[in-house]
């Protein structure tokens, strides 16, 4: 198939499609508004529903019903509408339901701003809910590396019974790029015997629930999750390592941000600084061995980590790099992209404080 | 070779469709493209722009802050993207709506009078292909009968009476350029 | 040995957990013995609130979803969305479905979703430890209105079912009351027809039931039912808001 443009938010709307997701439970936000847009309109083309809930609070709530009952569901939002959604994220996470959850990340804090911004990793990576829980969050650089990701993770939902989280920004779900549909790869997944569907007379009930009022049931239940979380630690953690062998300066950047470091990487390779750059692309399970290995490369001298926030992802940059290797931080924020050259003049001084 | 390219003006003005008719363009040439628009309020009324990167590489960061070249379709536009342009580099300034000239003196900068030659030709609504017109000129970022081959499509049925005078547009666009 | 009774199979064995002379658990029997008589239990999927009908999952014998509070509109939504040939229900009490939850079971009805609500409403949060709900009366001691309800400082305890019956996809409505075997029977219809009402398609059906709160309201359960006639019937009165046969 030839490659055509595609604006990153329906990409990732026909991605889900093509994934077989059939329902789609929404509110309107900037700037994802384009997700539940292309939704309303191709979903029902596809015997799918599209349905507009009347909060995020029940848009979540009917994605837990919806996954609950065995569909392929998906919801979206942006930062602020996340926030509201971290009630129902918890119970599914609690309740180990699959599903795909997109944040399309707008400055915050409150009402914030409606440009990229990266500022939700910590809500993201370590809980947003309340509860000790996980989802596995993918963060995409591209749109079609969106694609390719979004229809992955309703396998990987379905396999570990867990949420996946889409943590783009406006960036990638504004722009337009060249996309192919890919099919991917198939996975061994497992019935879903688990779901109300009705007993039909044929077995007993199924009960989709979070609740496990004795304590040591709910203890038993965390211990389960955790085992869960590390078999996905093992197996699903995803990173990109650019020019990192024989790097001076390691960045550490993902999403669109990772983008604008591959050009500083390039500026300051022609003034014959050796830059690198580990991608999480997973940023939960993040890529802690990617790190620990260049803190242990010896000709790392410091990790500049890069985001669209204040600061989030850099705390599991320094617990990677374990005090081996310092890691220094530089980020714009409030929907402010940093440059290129910023990132470059960054790195340099850097560099020249390691010396 | 890479093109990072500015296109700014109020809204309604074209510049999106454009940025989009370019960059659909130069991806049929078999080239690295990216599109990325503002968003949000900005677009009701205000000032739209995209950035549009046409490249033999990759495309890295999709957002331009160092432009190989700005289409400037409004006089706030000028003010605000005169100085993202790189030395060397190509300004575009639609002179049918804005007075003044550029202050720069070490970039290319051509005047097209994109509204009246517009009107011109009986359809003021394609000012942006003059603009585009010129810039293919300017820039050779992708060819004017690739353009026009995206054009056919998206005219395609009921409104393909307005394809010549697009073509027409990209003419007297890229004619202004001496 | 003949039987002269038997248990609904729409319940399970499991013993129910709620305080003597709470009205809970004949409410959970009517639910149950509607799904029976519809031969609805091995298609039924129910949705189960937070507050005193919490474990409501592991009594109705049927798939069963346990909700956030307030949130079991939504999740109804979700399956019936997802099942529309199941018969989907929620099961809620008023500091779930009035307060929290109002948005949730305004929009479902709004959109007429095609599954059924039973509405407890006992005038009290009960889990909780008996806080003031929405539908607390004025004047009604709570352990958040000490001195009971006051209406210019709290407001007047929302009519649920009359709110409702203004939405024009909520085709079913009615108010009943459990307080005594003619009502409890009277209750049961209500409860059919809402189920009838849900498979026929006709849009959303939703039964309020007046319920007792012995343990919270401080009073015997025989006090219990005598005040619920004489200080909730006056302010909720009983009766039906909404047939589909009106919409013909």
């Given at each position: 198939?030839?490659?055509?443009?595609?604006?990153?938010?329906?990409?990732?709307?026909?991605?889900?499609?093509?994934?077989?997701?059939?329902?789609?439970?929404?509110?309107?936000?900037?700037?994802?508004?384009?997700?539940?847009?292309?939704?309303?309109?191709?979903?029902?083309?596809?015997?799918?529903?599209?349905?507009?809930?009347?909060s995020?609070?029940?848009?979540?709530?009917?994605?837990?019903?919806?996954?609950?009952?065995?569909?392929?569901?998906?919801?979206?939002?942006?930062?602020?509408?996340?926030?509201?959604?971290?009630?129902g994220?918890?119970?599914?996470?609690?309740?180990?339901?699959?599903?795909?959850?997109?944040?399309?990340?707008?400055?915050?804090?409150?009402?914030?701003?409606?440009?990229?911004?990266?500022?939700?990793?910590?809500?993201?990576?370590?809980?947003?809910?309340?509860?000790?829980?996980?989802?596995?969050?993918?963060?995409?650089?591209?749109?079609?590396?969106?694609?390719?990701?979004?229809?992955?993770?309703?396998?990987?939902?379905?396999?570990?019974?867990i949420?996946?989280?889409?943590?783009?920004?406006?960036?990638?779900?504004?722009?337009?790029?060249?996309?192919?549909?890919?099919?991917?790869?198939?996975?061994?997944?497992?019935?879903?015997?688990?779901?109300?569907?009705?007993?039909?007379?044929?077995?007993?009930?199924?009960?989709?629930?979070?609740?496990?009022?004795d304590?040591?049931?709910?203890?038993?239940?965390?211990?389960?999750?955790?085992?869960?979380?590390?078999?996905?630690?093992?197996?699903?953690?995803?990173?990109?390592?650019?020019?990192?062998?024989?790097?001076?300066?390691?960045?550490?950047?993902?999403?669109?941000?990772?983008?604008?470091?591959?050009?500083?990487?390039?500026?300051?390779?022609?003034?014959?600084?050796?830059?690198?750059?580990?991608?999480?692309?997973?940023?939960?399970?993040?890529?802690?061995?990617?790190?620990?290995?260049?803190?242990?490369?010896?000709?790392?001298k410091?990790?500049?980590?890069?985001?669209?926030?204040?600061?989030?992802?850099?705390?599991?940059?320094?617990?990677?790099?374990n005090?081996?290797?310092?890691?220094?931080?530089?980020?714009?924020?409030?929907?402010?992209?940093?440059?290129?050259?910023?990132?470059?003049?960054?790195?340099?001084?850097?560099?020249?404080?390691?010396? | 070779?890479?093109?990072?390219?500015?296109?700014?003006?109020?809204?309604?003005?074209?510049?999106?469709?454009?940025?989009?008719?370019?960059?659909?363009?130069?991806?049929?040439?078999?080239?690295?493209?990216?599109?990325?628009?503002?968003?949000?309020?900005?677009?009701?009324?205000?000032?739209?722009?995209c950035?549009?990167?046409?490249?033999?590489?990759?495309v890295?960061?999709?957002?331009?802050?160092?432009?190989?070249?700005?289409?400037?379709?409004?006089?706030?536009?000028?003010?605000?993207?005169?100085?993202?342009?790189?030395?060397?580099?190509?300004?575009?300034?639609?002179?049918?709506?804005?007075?003044?000239?550029?202050?720069?003196?070490?970039?290319?900068?051509?005047?097209?009078?994109?509204?009246?030659?517009?009107?011109?030709?009986?359809?003021?609504?394609?000012?942006?292909?003059?603009?585009?017109?010129?810039?293919?000129?300017?820039s050779?970022?992708?060819?004017?009968?690739?353009i026009?081959?995206?054009?056919?499509?998206?005219?395609?049925?009921?409104?393909?009476?307005?394809?010549?005078?697009n073509?027409?547009?990209?003419?007297?666009?890229?004619?202004?350029?001496? | 040995?003949?039987?002269?009774?038997?248990?609904?199979?729409?319940?399970?064995?499991?013993?129910?957990?709620?305080?003597?002379?709470?009205?809970?658990?004949?409410?959970?029997r009517?639910?149950?013995?509607?799904?029976?008589?519809?031969?609805?239990?091995?298609?039924?999927?129910?949705?189960?609130?937070?507050?005193?009908?919490?474990?409501?999952?592991?009594?109705?014998?049927?798939?069963?979803?346990?909700?956030?509070?307030?949130?079991?509109?939504?999740?109804?939504?979700?399956?019936?969305?997802?099942?529309?040939?199941?018969?989907?229900?929620?099961?809620?009490?008023?500091?779930?479905?009035?307060?929290?939850?109002a948005?949730?079971?305004?929009?479902?009805?709004?959109?007429?979703?095609?599954?059924?609500?039973?509405?407890?409403?006992?005038?009290?949060?009960?889990?909780?430890?008996?806080?003031?709900?929405?539908?607390?009366?004025?004047?009604?001691?709570?352990?958040?209105?000490?001195?009971?309800?006051?209406?210019?400082?709290?407001?007047?305890?929302?009519?649920?079912?009359?709110?409702?019956?203004?939405?024009?996809?909520?085709?079913?409505?009615?108010?009943?009351?459990?307080?005594?075997?003619?009502?409890i029977?009277?209750?049961?219809?209500?409860?059919?027809?809402?189920?009838?009402?849900?498979?026929?398609?006709?849009?959303?059906?939703?039964?309020?039931?007046?319920?007792?709160c012995?343990?919270?309201?401080?009073?015997t359960?025989?006090?219990?039912?005598?005040?619920?006639?004489?200080?909730?019937?006056?302010?909720?009165?009983?009766?039906?808001?909404?047939?589909?046969?009106?919409?013909?």
């Amino acid at each position: 198939m030839a490659k055509e443009l595609w604006k990153g938010n329906e990409a990732i709307a026909e991605a889900a499609i093509k994934a077989g997701c059939r329902y789609f439970f929404g509110y309107p936000i900037t700037p994802q508004n384009e997700i539940p847009e292309y939704m309303s309109l191709r979903l029902p083309q596809e015997g799918g529903v599209f349905l507009q809930a009347e909060s995020e609070v029940a848009a979540i709530n009917m994605v837990y019903g919806g996954a609950g009952s065995g569909a392929r569901v998906m919801t979206s939002s942006s930062s602020p509408g996340i926030s509201l959604k971290a009630e129902g994220i918890s119970y599914i996470a609690g309740a180990e339901l699959p599903c795909v959850i997109v944040n399309i990340v707008r400055g915050g804090p409150g009402l914030g701003g409606i440009q990229p911004a990266q500022s939700d990793y910590y809500q993201a990576t370590k809980g947003g809910g309340h509860g000790d829980y996980r989802l596995i969050v993918i963060a995409p650089s591209s749109v079609q590396e969106a694609v390719d990701l979004t229809q992955e993770a309703f396998d990987m939902a379905d396999q570990y019974r867990i949420p996946v989280m889409i943590m783009g920004d406006g960036m990638i779900g504004q722009m337009m790029e060249p996309v192919e549909f890919k099919p991917v790869a198939k996975r061994v997944l497992p019935e879903k015997t688990w779901a109300t569907t009705g007993t039909g007379g044929k077995r007993k009930p199924n009960v989709i629930n979070s609740l496990f009022i004795d304590p040591q049931e709910c203890e038993n239940h965390n211990i389960k999750l955790f085992k869960k979380y590390d078999e996905i630690t093992a197996n699903e953690t995803r990173v990109e390592n650019y020019n990192v062998e024989g790097a001076e300066i390691v960045f550490v950047a993902y999403g669109t941000t990772a983008r604008i470091v591959k050009n500083a990487i390039n500026t300051l390779a022609k003034e014959g600084i050796k830059a690198g750059m580990i991608r999480p692309i997973t940023l939960w399970p993040f890529p802690t061995a990617a790190v620990e290995a260049a803190a242990d490369q010896a000709s790392v001298k410091a990790f500049l980590t890069v985001e669209m926030s204040m600061g989030q992802m850099i705390d599991d940059v320094k617990i990677a790099a374990n005090g081996k290797k310092p890691v220094h931080f530089y980020g714009r924020t409030g929907g402010m992209i940093p440059t290129p050259a910023a990132i470059v003049e960054h790195a340099k001084k850097v560099l020249g404080g390691a010396k | 070779m890479t093109h990072e390219i500015i296109m700014a003006g109020f809204g309604g003005q074209g510049v999106m469709a454009m940025g989009k008719i370019l960059a659909e363009a130069a991806l049929k040439e078999g080239k690295n493209v990216s599109w990325l628009p503002s968003y949000g309020p900005e677009m009701r009324g205000g000032t739209a722009n995209c950035n549009v990167i046409v490249s033999d590489e990759p495309v890295g960061a999709p957002v331009v802050s160092e432009a190989t070249a700005a289409l400037i379709l409004n006089r706030p536009s000028l003010d605000k993207f005169e100085g993202d342009v790189i030395p060397g580099g190509v300004l575009i300034i639609n002179s049918s709506l804005i007075d003044q000239k550029a202050s720069r003196d070490d970039i290319k900068v051509y005047y097209v009078p994109a509204n009246d030659i517009a009107n011109e030709l009986g359809n003021g609504r394609i000012a942006n292909m003059v603009m585009l017109g010129a810039y293919l000129e300017a820039s050779g970022a992708a060819k004017q009968d690739t353009i026009m081959e995206i054009i056919t499509e998206i005219f395609s049925g009921k409104k393909a009476s307005v394809i010549p005078v697009n073509k027409e547009a990209l003419v007297r666009g890229a004619a202004c350029i001496k | 040995m003949a039987v002269v009774f038997d248990k609904t199979k729409g319940l399970t064995d499991k013993p129910f957990h709620y305080c003597p002379g709470c009205t809970h658990g004949i409410i959970h029997r009517l639910v149950a013995e509607v799904l029976e008589e519809l031969d609805l239990v091995d298609n039924a999927i129910g949705v189960a609130p937070v507050g005193c009908a919490v474990f409501c999952y592991d009594y109705f014998n049927c798939d069963m979803h346990e909700a956030a509070h307030g949130r079991a509109p939504a999740v109804a939504s979700g399956v019936k969305r997802v099942h529309p040939d199941k018969t989907v229900f929620t099961y809620q009490g008023d500091g779930d479905l009035a307060s929290i939850g109002a948005a949730e079971i305004i929009h479902s009805a709004m959109r007429g979703e095609k599954f059924t609500t039973i509405f407890v409403n006992n005038a009290i949060y009960g889990m909780t430890g008996g806080q003031m709900a929405p539908t607390t009366l004025v004047g009604q001691k709570a352990t958040t209105a000490p001195l009971g309800r006051d209406e210019n400082h709290a407001g007047m305890p929302l009519r649920v079912s009359e709110m409702l019956a203004t939405i024009p996809k909520a085709v079913f409505v009615e108010r009943v009351s459990v307080h005594d075997v003619k009502h409890i029977n009277q209750a049961k219809k209500a409860i059919k027809k809402a189920f009838q009402t849900q498979m026929e398609g006709k849009g959303f059906s939703i039964v309020e039931v007046l319920s007792t709160c012995p343990t919270n309201w401080g009073k015997t359960p025989v006090e219990s039912l005598k005040w619920l006639q004489e200080n909730m019937m006056p302010y909720f009165p009983l009766g039906n808001f909404r047939t589909p046969e009106e919409e013909k």
